[in-house]
Structures are given as C-alpha cells and as structure tokens.
C-alpha cells in the first residue's frame, strides 16, 4: 500500500516570525504534487515541519502508511522517518568528507532499510550509474549534478514509503535540473513513491507533476486540481511569466 500525507491549518515559523499561516495541502497516495513557490515564500520551512524539524504552533499533519494513520506533530524525526517519510533537503546536505559509499550507508538508518541495505545499495548504483563509477570518491569533490543525485539516491536507502524533494533545482545547471526532474520520475514509478516535491522552477516541475500548489507569502494562494490547472492559473503566469 502506497501513502498519503494531509497537511490541514498549518502554522510554523521560528520563534516569534510566523512563516506559515494556516497552509493546508495534500498528497494522495502514488501521487507526485509540486509545492510551487518563489524563495522565501514557506516551501521549506513546510518540509522541515513535516520532518519534525521545524514544531508548529498550530494545525496537523496526518501521514497514512500501510493504512494506518499518524499524526506527526510531535514525534521526533528519527520517528518519522522511520515510518518510512524521506526528505532531500536543499542544498542536498551530504557529508562531504565521506565517500560516495559511506554517504549512502548514513541513509540505511532506520530498521526496515537495513534489513535491506544491500539490495538498497545495489539499486542505487543501477539507476545512479555514475555513483557506481565514483563509489570510493569523497563527496565533497562531486560536481553538483553529481552531488543532487547522491542525495536523492540516500535518501532511497531509507526505504521510503513517502519522499519529499526541497528544491531539486537549486545550483545545477539547466541541462542537469532536466535530467534530475526526470529522475525524480523514474525513481518515483520505479520504487512506487509518493512524492511531495517543492520548487521554484515551474517550468520543470509540472512536466512530472499530477497536480500542485502555490504558496504565497507562507499561505495557499492557488490548489491546482491537474497538470493543466498549473499551466493556465494567472496566478502562476504572474509570478513565474511575467505576464
């Protein structure tokens, strides 16, 4: 069974600066939902509280996996990926002084991936032919196409269930943003994911996309109900198009 995430009245922020204002979203279970948002606009502030990182003031935040439901405000990260939730941070986040190898284990973290690491490892390495080549090579000496697939493939060793990817675009060039958008695809239909992806790249986003958001200033300014809901909002023509 795939799972689901329903994000309902949110408010977050950090300490007294209020970043989130009663944002409400959801991810249906195998679907891939863009949270569209230009920087500074709450996109990661709302993975970092999914992820138990950030603690809101108010609202919930219901993942169901394998049909049982669980409220993650306040359960320690360390719990919530073990239910099976993943995050590539951005900026990736690896640790640079470790191998290539050694940054993939760190991922191996909760029970259920470690039962399987091996398997994990190896699938890595398929769909990331390049992180086979360079399995022994630190990762802080990666180009940065290099270094987005590392962290989406560590974040594959956690065995997850639900995957959400914070701003996968940032620093690459735009001939790697494509082919790690359409990694993202892959990954997602190949290990049956559901996907939670902000980005500030709209362009890219909805090419893989059922659906999406937009948050303005901390709040929802638009729900798209489908890929051509995103391409014809005014909305998203203003803030993206300069129309």
Same mark, same amino acid.
């Given at each position: 069974?795939?799972?689901?995430?329903?994000? #309902?009245?949110?408010? =977050?922020?950090? +300490?007294? &600066? !209020?970043?989130?204002? /009663?944002?409400?979203?959801?991810?249906?279970? @195998?679907?891939?939902?863009?949270?569209?948002?230009?920087?500074?606009?709450?996109?990661? #502030?709302?993975?970092? =509280?999914?992820? +138990?990182? &950030? !603690?809101?003031?108010? /609202?919930?935040?219901?993942?169901?996996?394998? @049909?049982?439901?669980?409220?993650?405000?306040?359960?320690?990260?360390?719990?919530?990926?073990?239910?099976?939730? =993943?995050?590539?941070?951005?900026? !990736?986040?690896?640790?640079?002084?470790?191998?290539?190898?050694?940054?993939?284990?760190?991922?191996?973290?909760?029970?259920?991936?470690?039962?399987?690491?091996?398997?994990?490892?190896?699938?890595?390495?398929?769909?990331?032919?390049?992180?086979?080549?360079?399995?022994?090579?630190?990762?802080?000496?990666?180009?940065?196409?290099?270094?987005?697939?590392?962290?989406?493939?560590?974040?594959?060793?956690?065995?997850?269930?639900?995957?959400?990817?914070?701003?996968?675009?940032?620093?690459?060039?735009?001939?790697?943003?494509?082919?790690?958008?359409?990694?993202?695809?892959?990954?997602?239909?190949?290990?049956?994911?559901?996907?939670?992806?902000?980005?500030?790249?709209?362009?890219?986003?909805?090419?893989?996309?059922?659906?999406?958001?937009?948050?303005?200033?901390?709040?929802?300014?638009?729900?798209?109900?489908?890929?051509?809901?995103?391409?014809?909002?005014?909305?998203?023509?203003?803030?993206?198009?300069?129309?």
């Amino acid at each position: 069974m795939a799972a689901s995430l329903a994000i #309902t009245g949110l408010e =977050a922020g950090y +300490g007294a &600066v !209020r970043i989130l204002h /009663g944002v409400s979203l959801r991810v249906g279970a @195998g679907e891939t939902v863009a949270l569209l948002g230009t920087n500074g606009n709450g996109k990661s #502030t709302l993975m970092k =509280a999914v992820m +138990g990182m &950030v !603690r809101p003031g108010a /609202g919930s935040i219901v993942a169901e996996i394998d @049909g049982r439901s669980h409220q993650l405000i306040g359960m320690p990260t360390e719990a919530i990926v073990d239910l099976g939730i =993943a995050i590539v941070p951005e900026g !990736r986040r690896l640790f640079p002084r470790l191998s290539v190898t050694e940054n993939l284990l760190m991922g191996a973290y909760r029970k259920a991936a470690r039962t399987r690491l091996q398997q994990n490892l190896e699938f890595c390495f398929e769909v990331f032919p390049r992180l086979a080549e360079r399995r022994t090579q630190l990762a802080g000496l990666m180009s940065g196409g290099e270094q987005q697939m590392l962290a989406l493939a560590r974040a594959l060793m956690s065995a997850p269930r639900l995957l959400l990817i914070d701003e996968p675009s940032v620093g690459l060039a735009p001939l790697m943003v494509t082919r790690t958008i359409d990694k993202i695809r892959e990954l997602k239909e190949s290990y049956h994911l559901t996907v939670l992806m902000a980005e500030q790249n709209f362009t890219e986003a909805i090419r893989i996309a059922d659906r999406g958001y937009v948050i303005v200033h901390g709040a929802i300014g638009f729900e798209a109900q489908s890929r051509a809901d995103l391409d014809n909002n005014a909305l998203i023509r203003s803030l993206y198009l300069g129309e």
